[in-house]
């Protein structure tokens, strides 16, 4: 569904993202960890093409990834929600699902099955939801749009942990009843481990550590010590 090789990017010719490397399948959830300005944004940016790569290669769909074909990539089922979670606080929920564009109503069905606290807020300005409630917004928005690959750049942000707790698994089951390839960027490192088949953990703009999901969840020791930097 989406693969990167080598890929170094950043911003005004300063690399910030070095030689970086995911191979991402259907069905599959892949996190990307790290602290504060690891580059984890940047690499989602970079991986729908907002981002021109300075080295490397990414592939998705069976296409190239390259500056200005981000728009070409969503409308192929290429979707990156942003960590500011790309809602707008003056429109309703049902204008939200408006400006997706047509949608199959079975479609519409699938994602008010999927969050079906957003059946009842339909009528309701997304500036007036809670913070839960906008993630499902905007889950459920870009899940409209019949996504093959879904990046969703910390969603938890600004949510309490017994929300992040009710939502991840969620994620997962999309992707495994949907068929869909997500790549999770958290900060809740064991719930997002938890619902993960794999993990990549960057540090100043490189990957210090990347597996199994269950096996690094055992290991706490290790992924601490990526955090710091320090090689485990
Ligand atoms: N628009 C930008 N212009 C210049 N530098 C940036 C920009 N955005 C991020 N950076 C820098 O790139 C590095 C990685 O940032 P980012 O990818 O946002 O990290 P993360 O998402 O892991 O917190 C940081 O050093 C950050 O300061
Ligand atoms: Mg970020």
Known sequence: MLEARGVTSGYNGVAVLHDFNLTLHSGEVVTLLGPNGAGKTTALLTLVGLLPSMAGSIGALGAKVGARRTARLARAGVLLVPDDRGIFAELTVAEHFRIVGKVPK?????????FPA??????????LLSGGEQQMLAIGKAL????????VDEMSLGLAPTVVQQMLPGIRDLAREEGIAVLLVEQHVAIALSVSDRAIVLNQGRT???GDAAALAENGARI???YFG???
């Not at 079975?106 to 999927?114: D, G, N, S, T, Y």
């Not at 009842?120 to 500036?127: D, T």
């Not at 749009?145 to 990046?151: C, E, S, T, Y």
């Open 208 to 210: 210090v550590l990347a």
């Open 230 to 232: 320090t090689p485990a």
């Open 224 to 226: 601490e010590a990526a």
């Open 106 to 114: 079975a479609r519409i069905e699938m994602v008010l099955a999927r």
């Open 144 to 151: 409209l749009a019949d996504p093959k690959v879904l990046m």
């Open 118 to 127: 957003l059946r009842r807020l339909m009528h309701r300005r997304a500036g």
